[in-house]
Protein backbone atom coordinates (compact mmCIF):
# COMPACT_ATOMS: atom_id res chain seq x y z
CA UNK A 1 0.00 0.00 0.00
CA UNK A 2 1.57 3.40 -1.13
CA UNK A 3 1.62 6.11 1.88
CA UNK A 4 -0.08 9.29 1.12
CA UNK A 5 2.64 11.00 2.27
CA UNK A 6 4.44 9.80 -1.05
CA UNK A 7 1.67 10.82 -3.62
CA UNK A 8 1.60 14.92 -4.10
CA UNK A 9 -1.92 16.48 -4.96
CA UNK A 10 -0.85 17.27 -8.07
CA UNK A 11 1.69 14.49 -9.38
CA UNK A 12 -1.64 12.39 -10.92
CA UNK A 13 -0.68 10.17 -8.41
CA UNK A 14 2.20 9.47 -9.09
CA UNK A 15 4.65 7.67 -6.48
CA UNK A 16 7.64 9.72 -4.75
CA UNK A 17 9.06 6.97 -2.59
CA UNK A 18 12.74 5.35 -1.45
CA UNK A 19 12.25 3.19 -5.10
CA UNK A 20 11.88 6.63 -7.30
CA UNK A 21 14.80 8.00 -5.94
CA UNK A 22 16.87 5.23 -6.26
CA UNK A 23 15.83 5.09 -10.27
CA UNK A 24 16.31 9.15 -9.89
CA UNK A 25 20.24 8.60 -8.95
CA UNK A 26 20.78 5.38 -10.87
CA UNK A 27 19.94 7.74 -14.35
CA UNK A 28 22.14 10.26 -12.88
CA UNK A 29 25.12 7.92 -12.63
CA UNK A 30 24.67 6.63 -15.91
CA UNK A 31 23.85 10.23 -17.80
CA UNK A 32 26.79 11.96 -15.82
CA UNK A 33 29.52 9.18 -17.17
CA UNK A 34 28.64 8.91 -20.22
CA UNK A 35 28.24 12.59 -20.89
CA UNK A 36 32.19 13.57 -19.32
CA UNK A 37 33.67 10.29 -20.09
CA UNK A 38 32.61 11.22 -23.93
CA UNK A 39 33.75 14.66 -23.59
CA UNK A 40 37.40 13.17 -21.75
CA UNK A 41 39.36 14.57 -24.73
CA UNK A 42 37.96 17.87 -24.90
CA UNK A 43 38.49 17.91 -20.74
CA UNK A 44 42.32 17.19 -21.46
CA UNK A 45 42.70 19.89 -24.09
CA UNK A 46 40.97 22.00 -21.78
CA UNK A 47 42.96 21.18 -18.74
CA UNK A 48 46.10 21.43 -20.64
CA UNK A 49 44.90 25.05 -21.39
CA UNK A 50 44.48 26.01 -18.37
CA UNK A 51 48.02 24.91 -16.90
CA UNK A 52 50.08 25.71 -19.76
CA UNK A 53 48.73 28.75 -21.42
CA UNK A 54 51.64 29.75 -22.89
CA UNK A 55 52.58 25.94 -24.58
CA UNK A 56 48.60 25.32 -25.36
CA UNK A 57 47.65 28.85 -26.79
CA UNK A 58 46.03 27.83 -30.58
CA UNK A 59 42.63 27.18 -29.29
CA UNK A 60 40.43 24.36 -28.68
CA UNK A 61 41.66 23.02 -32.28
CA UNK A 62 44.64 24.04 -32.29
CA UNK A 63 45.17 21.98 -28.53
CA UNK A 64 43.62 18.86 -30.07
CA UNK A 65 46.59 19.00 -33.17
CA UNK A 66 48.94 19.67 -31.00
CA UNK A 67 48.51 17.26 -28.65
CA UNK A 68 47.75 13.94 -31.15
CA UNK A 69 51.23 15.64 -32.65
CA UNK A 70 53.05 15.22 -30.14
CA UNK A 71 51.94 12.21 -27.45
CA UNK A 72 49.78 10.67 -30.21
CA UNK A 73 45.79 10.36 -30.48
CA UNK A 74 45.32 8.08 -26.99
CA UNK A 75 46.75 10.93 -24.77
CA UNK A 76 43.13 12.36 -25.43
CA UNK A 77 41.90 9.23 -23.33
CA UNK A 78 43.95 10.23 -20.45
CA UNK A 79 41.83 9.76 -16.89
CA UNK A 80 39.06 8.31 -18.55
CA UNK A 81 38.94 5.48 -15.82
CA UNK A 82 38.95 8.19 -13.16
CA UNK A 83 36.02 10.56 -14.96
CA UNK A 84 33.83 7.78 -15.76
CA UNK A 85 33.82 6.30 -12.61
CA UNK A 86 33.89 9.42 -10.81
CA UNK A 87 30.80 11.01 -12.21
CA UNK A 88 29.07 7.91 -11.74
CA UNK A 89 29.31 8.42 -8.51
CA UNK A 90 28.88 12.21 -8.67
CA UNK A 91 25.67 11.85 -10.84
CA UNK A 92 24.54 8.82 -7.95
CA UNK A 93 24.33 11.53 -5.30
CA UNK A 94 23.97 14.65 -7.29
CA UNK A 95 20.71 13.83 -9.38
CA UNK A 96 19.15 11.41 -6.72
CA UNK A 97 19.63 13.68 -4.01
CA UNK A 98 18.48 17.07 -5.95
CA UNK A 99 15.09 14.85 -6.79
CA UNK A 100 15.29 13.56 -2.54
CA UNK A 101 15.24 17.10 -1.40
CA UNK A 102 13.60 19.11 -3.72
CA UNK A 103 10.18 16.66 -3.45
CA UNK A 104 10.65 16.65 0.48
CA UNK A 105 10.91 20.80 0.75
CA UNK A 106 7.46 20.68 -1.33
CA UNK A 107 6.04 18.19 1.23
CA UNK A 108 7.09 20.38 3.90
CA UNK A 109 6.01 23.85 2.05
CA UNK A 110 3.16 22.75 0.31
CA UNK A 111 2.86 22.87 -3.99
CA UNK A 112 1.17 26.24 -3.35
CA UNK A 113 4.15 28.12 -1.63
CA UNK A 114 6.74 25.31 -3.52
CA UNK A 115 5.44 26.85 -6.90
CA UNK A 116 6.16 30.55 -5.88
CA UNK A 117 9.56 29.68 -4.39
CA UNK A 118 10.50 27.02 -6.73
CA UNK A 119 14.10 28.72 -7.70
CA UNK A 120 14.98 28.92 -4.41
CA UNK A 121 14.24 25.05 -4.07
CA UNK A 122 16.03 24.10 -6.72
CA UNK A 123 19.13 26.31 -5.58
CA UNK A 124 19.21 24.97 -2.29
CA UNK A 125 18.53 21.57 -3.43
CA UNK A 126 21.02 21.44 -5.80
CA UNK A 127 23.86 23.22 -3.58
CA UNK A 128 23.35 20.30 -0.97
CA UNK A 129 23.08 17.57 -3.12
CA UNK A 130 26.52 18.74 -5.05
CA UNK A 131 28.73 19.17 -1.21
CA UNK A 132 27.63 15.42 -0.67
CA UNK A 133 28.42 14.31 -4.46
CA UNK A 134 31.49 16.37 -3.96
CA UNK A 135 33.05 14.15 -0.70
CA UNK A 136 32.97 11.22 -3.59
CA UNK A 137 34.05 13.13 -6.74
CA UNK A 138 37.04 14.83 -5.01
CA UNK A 139 39.54 11.52 -4.85
CA UNK A 140 38.98 10.91 -8.18
CA UNK A 141 39.12 13.93 -10.12
CA UNK A 142 42.62 14.71 -7.94
CA UNK A 143 43.72 11.34 -9.71
CA UNK A 144 42.17 12.44 -13.25
CA UNK A 145 43.87 16.23 -13.26
CA UNK A 146 47.32 14.82 -12.07
CA UNK A 147 47.51 12.26 -15.10
CA UNK A 148 46.16 14.85 -17.62
CA UNK A 149 49.13 17.17 -16.73
CA UNK A 150 51.82 14.52 -16.45
CA UNK A 151 50.79 11.66 -18.77
CA UNK A 152 53.48 9.57 -17.27
CA UNK A 153 52.24 9.90 -13.42
CA UNK A 154 49.95 6.50 -13.56
CA UNK A 155 49.13 3.60 -15.88
CA UNK A 156 45.61 3.94 -14.87
CA UNK A 157 43.19 4.61 -11.97
CA UNK A 158 44.25 2.55 -9.35
CA UNK A 159 48.12 2.91 -10.04
CA UNK A 160 47.03 6.89 -9.90
CA UNK A 161 45.25 5.94 -6.32
CA UNK A 162 48.26 3.87 -5.00
CA UNK A 163 50.99 6.95 -6.44
CA UNK A 164 48.96 9.67 -4.60
CA UNK A 165 48.22 7.92 -1.65
CA UNK A 166 52.33 6.78 -1.01
CA UNK A 167 53.67 10.35 -2.14
CA UNK A 168 50.83 12.81 -0.43
CA UNK A 169 49.03 11.10 1.76
CA UNK A 170 45.12 10.85 2.09
CA UNK A 171 45.42 14.67 2.36
CA UNK A 172 46.08 14.51 -1.48
CA UNK A 173 43.20 13.02 -2.36
CA UNK A 174 41.36 16.62 -0.92
CA UNK A 175 43.77 18.89 -1.71
CA UNK A 176 41.26 20.68 -4.22
CA UNK A 177 38.52 19.97 -2.10
CA UNK A 178 37.44 23.19 -1.03
CA UNK A 179 38.09 24.75 -4.82
CA UNK A 180 35.86 22.03 -6.10
CA UNK A 181 33.31 22.62 -3.79
CA UNK A 182 33.46 26.59 -5.22
CA UNK A 183 33.17 25.04 -9.01
CA UNK A 184 30.92 22.65 -8.47
CA UNK A 185 28.57 24.14 -6.10
CA UNK A 186 27.72 27.52 -7.86
CA UNK A 187 28.08 24.95 -11.50
CA UNK A 188 25.04 22.60 -10.04
CA UNK A 189 23.11 25.48 -8.41
CA UNK A 190 22.88 27.63 -11.90
CA UNK A 191 23.02 24.24 -13.57
CA UNK A 192 19.48 22.73 -11.82
CA UNK A 193 18.28 26.27 -11.34
CA UNK A 194 18.44 27.52 -15.28
CA UNK A 195 17.29 23.95 -16.50
CA UNK A 196 14.12 23.69 -14.45
CA UNK A 197 12.87 27.42 -15.41
CA UNK A 198 13.87 27.65 -18.70
CA UNK A 199 12.08 24.24 -19.12
CA UNK A 200 9.02 25.60 -17.60
CA UNK A 201 8.88 28.60 -19.08
CA UNK A 202 9.33 26.54 -22.22
CA UNK A 203 6.07 24.61 -21.61
CA UNK A 204 4.56 27.25 -20.65
CA UNK A 205 5.09 29.33 -23.66
CA UNK A 206 3.45 26.51 -25.47
CA UNK A 207 0.70 25.87 -23.42
CA UNK A 208 1.22 22.64 -22.05
CA UNK A 209 2.63 20.43 -19.76
CA UNK A 210 5.46 17.65 -19.73
CA UNK A 211 2.75 15.23 -18.95
CA UNK A 212 0.80 16.26 -21.88
CA UNK A 213 3.78 16.29 -24.56
CA UNK A 214 5.40 12.86 -26.28
CA UNK A 215 8.17 11.98 -25.26
CA UNK A 216 10.10 13.10 -28.28
CA UNK A 217 8.58 17.26 -27.20
CA UNK A 218 9.91 16.41 -23.97
CA UNK A 219 13.73 15.18 -25.08
CA UNK A 220 14.01 18.28 -27.32
CA UNK A 221 12.78 20.70 -24.40
CA UNK A 222 15.47 19.16 -21.86
CA UNK A 223 18.29 19.05 -24.54
CA UNK A 224 17.18 22.69 -25.42
CA UNK A 225 17.20 23.64 -21.51
CA UNK A 226 20.35 21.91 -20.88
CA UNK A 227 22.26 24.11 -23.43
CA UNK A 228 21.39 27.18 -22.17
CA UNK A 229 21.99 25.51 -18.45
CA UNK A 230 25.01 24.95 -19.47
CA UNK A 231 26.53 27.50 -20.52
CA UNK A 232 25.01 30.04 -17.93
CA UNK A 233 26.87 27.09 -15.52
CA UNK A 234 30.23 26.95 -17.24
CA UNK A 235 30.55 30.90 -17.06
CA UNK A 236 29.65 31.00 -13.21
CA UNK A 237 32.43 28.36 -12.52
CA UNK A 238 34.70 29.02 -14.71
CA UNK A 239 37.08 30.81 -11.91
CA UNK A 240 37.49 28.09 -9.92
CA UNK A 241 37.44 24.86 -12.82
CA UNK A 242 40.69 27.12 -13.50
CA UNK A 243 41.74 27.20 -10.31
CA UNK A 244 41.10 23.57 -8.88
CA UNK A 245 43.32 22.65 -11.91
CA UNK A 246 46.08 24.72 -11.23
CA UNK A 247 46.41 23.51 -7.89
CA UNK A 248 46.35 20.09 -8.30
CA UNK A 249 49.33 20.08 -10.35
CA UNK A 250 52.49 18.92 -8.52
CA UNK A 251 54.20 22.17 -7.31
CA UNK A 252 51.44 24.67 -8.19
CA UNK A 253 51.39 28.02 -6.13
CA UNK A 254 54.32 26.43 -3.34
CA UNK A 255 53.72 24.76 -0.18
CA UNK A 256 52.31 26.42 2.27
CA UNK A 257 48.43 25.74 3.71
CA UNK A 258 45.68 25.38 1.19
CA UNK A 259 43.81 28.67 1.06
CA UNK A 260 48.12 30.39 0.93
CA UNK A 261 48.29 27.83 -2.02
CA UNK A 262 45.25 29.09 -4.12
CA UNK A 263 45.65 33.00 -3.37
CA UNK A 264 49.28 32.40 -4.81
CA UNK A 265 47.93 30.72 -8.13
CA UNK A 266 44.88 33.62 -8.19
CA UNK A 267 47.76 36.17 -7.96
CA UNK A 268 49.86 34.72 -10.18
CA UNK A 269 47.66 33.87 -13.16
CA UNK A 270 45.26 37.08 -12.83
CA UNK A 271 41.50 37.48 -12.01
CA UNK A 272 40.49 37.95 -15.64
CA UNK A 273 42.95 35.20 -17.19
CA UNK A 274 40.82 32.83 -14.45
CA UNK A 275 37.86 33.86 -15.91
CA UNK A 276 38.53 33.71 -19.70
CA UNK A 277 41.37 31.14 -20.20
CA UNK A 278 39.88 28.41 -21.28
CA UNK A 279 36.41 29.28 -21.35
CA UNK A 280 35.57 28.60 -24.67
CA UNK A 281 36.50 25.23 -24.74
CA UNK A 282 34.56 24.80 -21.44
CA UNK A 283 31.15 26.27 -22.47
CA UNK A 284 31.04 23.92 -25.69
CA UNK A 285 31.69 20.87 -23.40
CA UNK A 286 29.65 21.78 -20.62
CA UNK A 287 27.14 23.28 -23.14
CA UNK A 288 27.01 19.63 -24.62
CA UNK A 289 27.51 18.11 -21.68
CA UNK A 290 24.50 19.21 -19.51
CA UNK A 291 21.82 19.04 -22.47
CA UNK A 292 23.02 15.35 -22.75
CA UNK A 293 23.14 14.69 -19.58
CA UNK A 294 19.07 16.03 -19.02
CA UNK A 295 18.48 14.35 -22.48
CA UNK A 296 20.01 10.84 -21.23
CA UNK A 297 18.17 11.30 -17.60
CA UNK A 298 14.89 11.71 -18.84
CA UNK A 299 15.67 8.50 -21.55
CA UNK A 300 16.62 6.27 -17.97
CA UNK A 301 13.92 7.31 -15.65
CA UNK A 302 11.37 6.49 -18.67
CA UNK A 303 13.23 3.04 -19.17
CA UNK A 304 13.20 2.40 -15.64
CA UNK A 305 9.66 3.57 -15.05
CA UNK A 306 9.84 6.27 -13.55
CA UNK A 307 8.30 9.86 -14.56
CA UNK A 308 10.51 13.04 -13.39
CA UNK A 309 9.28 15.20 -10.79
CA UNK A 310 8.44 18.91 -11.90
CA UNK A 311 6.61 21.89 -10.17
CA UNK A 312 3.38 22.14 -10.52
CA UNK A 313 1.13 25.53 -10.43
CA UNK A 314 -1.97 23.98 -7.88
CA UNK A 315 -3.84 27.08 -8.88
CA UNK A 316 -3.82 26.16 -12.52
CA UNK A 317 -5.03 22.73 -11.80
CA UNK A 318 -8.50 21.90 -12.77
Not at 230 to 241: L, Q, R, T, W
Amino acid sequence: MVSDNNVLATSGGKVYDLMYYLKGAAAGGICCSITHGALTPVDVVKTRVQLDPVKYNQGLVGGFRQIIAEEGAMALSTGLGATAGGYFIQGWFKFGGVEFFKINTVKVLGEEKAWENKTLIYLASAAAAETIADIFLCPLEAVRIRSVSDPSFCDGLADGFGKMFKTEGFGGFYAGFAPILAKQVPYTMTKFAVQGNVADFTYASMGTSPDECSQTTNLGISLFSGVVAGVASAIVSHPADTLLSKVNKAGAGGDGPMMSRLMNIAKETGFMKLCTVGLLPRCVMIGSLTAGQFGIYDTVMGALGASKFHFHNPNAEH
